[in-house]
């Protein structure tokens, strides 16, 4: 094939096995987010690309699908979500606070291509506005735990907390104006490994106040292990206070690990990722506390959340086998012999409208290859409409799974295949 007519490096086609997996994970994602109170949102795909280059920070705007549409703007499709949620916030009067929203967005991300790391991904979004407390922080956390675990990933993973305003106030009295380039350095601690770092760290500090920096960013473990290694004493009791929550929460999977500073640059608080157990892969997620982000609109409404991509997510639980198998949710797959089409597609159309899924043969091939593809479909019955039956006002239902066939008066015909406690929602099983 020519190649220019072939998928471009780091984007995916979803074949329908793959969707449904996917939809599967997803509707779990809504399920929980709904339990926590959470209300899905959406937003456009294309944005001005201003709206990123402010605040996103400069690793995420090297890496936009920009380009100036017909009208000579600057436009780019959306590497996260976040800035337009704090848009759509900041947008409407009067909304009472605090507002609880998710979203599943497409996002795009000129990356180079590797496990994990894509061009083109999914990524599951919840951020709680207008609420400064450290509650919320808490409910963001424990959500995203919540979400893996209804995953089927419970203990598979950890959650490393740490503090922006923490690390800017001891990089401040360590006389360091230009905490954000520090924190560019420290936030690729893990990729270059510490010796390189230091060295980073020693070129714009000098080497004693590099090895400060150092040491304070290179504390990680159980709050009780740190907190007396760390001075600032007063953002250390509202840290002290988030450990209290999540450990009366039974939260076990998580610790502070002060490396963590998150490559994006709006994040004024909490940040957190979480790594499966191994650390084999890339953050399934990230995300921490943003409380400016809105003066960019015009308003002051704090806010804290996190994003979750598909990718790293579809790696773990395929390591874990918790990754759902596809599910076909074909009700009855209807059987139509000879010349009784219109009857046979009334049946169809009377199952699809009483919410039972219902498929038949558009070739009316012979019985045999109905019953086959009744089978290639998933098909949990099918119903057999032919001369006899229809003589006799019934139909023959064949149970797919066992085999077992039974005659059924077409009388009240609904009422008796509700029974069969068949899933009632499609659209969520
Ligand atoms: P982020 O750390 O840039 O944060 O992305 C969060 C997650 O998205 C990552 O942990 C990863 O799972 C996934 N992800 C990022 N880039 C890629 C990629 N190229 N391919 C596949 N997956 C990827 C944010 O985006 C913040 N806006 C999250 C947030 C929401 N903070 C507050 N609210």
Same mark, same amino acid.
């Given at each position: 094939m020519d190649s220019s007519l072939s998928k471009l490096k780091g984007f995916r086609e979803f074949y329908p096995e793959e969707m449904e997996s996917r939809r599967l994970v997803f509707n779990k994602m809504r399920d929980t987010s709904i339990r926590f109170n959470f209300r899905e949102i959406d937003a456009p795909s294309v944005e001005n690309f201003e709206i990123f280059r402010k605040k996103s920070?400069?690793?995420?705007?090297?890496?936009?699908?920009?380009?100036?549409?017909?009208?000579?703007r600057h436009v780019t499709l959306i590497p996260e979500i976040t800035p337009v949620v704090a848009r759509m916030v900041s947008n409407v009067k009067n909304v009472p606070m605090p507002q609880k929203w998710f979203s599943i967005p497409k996002l795009w991300r000129y990356e180079e291509p590797q496990s994990g790391r894509l061009r083109e991904f999914y990524q599951y979004n919840a951020d709680i506005f207008g609420s400064s407390s450290v509650y919320?922080?808490?409910? =963001?956390?424990?959500?995203?735990?919540?979400?893996?675990n209804d995953l089927g990933l419970r203990n598979k993973y950890t959650t490393r907390i740490s503090d922006r305003y923490l690390a800017e106030n001891i990089l401040k009295s360590e006389g360091i104006e230009n905490v954000d380039e520090i924190f560019k350095i420290i936030d690729k601690m893990e990729k270059v490994g510490r010796e390189k770092i230091k060295e980073m760290l020693s070129g714009i500090a000098g080497e004693d106040r590099a090895s400060r920096i150092m040491e304070i960013f290179s504390l990680s473990g159980k709050f009780d292990e740190i907190s007396g290694k760390i001075e600032y004493s007063e953002r250390m009791e509202y840290i002290g206070r988030l450990n209290d929550i999540l450990k009366d929460m039974d939260c076990?999977? &998580?610790? !502070?690990? !002060?490396? =963590?500073?998150?490559?994006? +640059? &709006? &994040?004024?608080?909490?940040?957190?990722?979480?790594?499966?157990?191994?650390?084999?892969?890339?953050?399934?997620?990230g995300g921490g506390r943003y409380d400016r982000l809105t003066e960019m609109f015009g308003s002051h409404i704090p806010a804290v959340g996190f994003g979750m991509g598909d990718a790293v997510l579809e790696l773990l639980m395929r390591r874990e086998n918790v990754w759902p198998g596809p599910k076909r949710n074909l009700d009855f797959?209807?059987?139509?012999?000879?010349?009784?089409?219109?009857?046979?597609?009334?049946?169809?159309? /009377?199952?699809?409208?009483?919410?039972?899924? +219902?498929?038949?043969?558009?070739?009316f091939r012979s019985?045999?290859?109905?019953?086959?593809?009744?089978?290639?479909?998933?098909?949990?019955?099918?119903?057999?409409?032919?001369?006899?039956?229809?003589k006799n006002n019934t139909v023959t239902m064949k149970d797919m799974d066992s085999g077992v066939q039974n005659k059924?008066? /077409?009388?009240?015909? =609904?009422?008796?295949l509700r029974k069969y406690n068949l899933p009632k929602n499609h659209f969520h099983s």
């Open positions: 920070g400069d690793e995420i705007i090297n890496q936009t699908f920009s380009f100036l549409d017909k009208a000579g919320s922080d808490s409910e =963001i956390i424990i959500l995203s735990q919540s979400i893996l076990g999977n &998580y610790m !502070f690990d !002060f490396s =963590i500073v998150r490559g994006l +640059a &709006y &994040y004024t608080g909490i940040v957190f990722e979480t790594h499966d157990y191994k650390r084999e892969f890339r953050a399934v997620l797959f209807v059987v139509i012999i000879g010349n009784y089409i219109t009857e046979g597609l009334r049946l169809v159309k /009377m199952l699809r409208e009483n919410g039972f899924s +219902a498929d038949y043969d558009p070739d019985v045999q290859k109905q019953m086959k593809m009744a089978e290639r479909e998933g098909a949990r019955f099918s119903l057999i409409m032919g001369e006899e039956e229809l059924i008066g /077409m009388d009240d015909l =609904i009422q008796k």
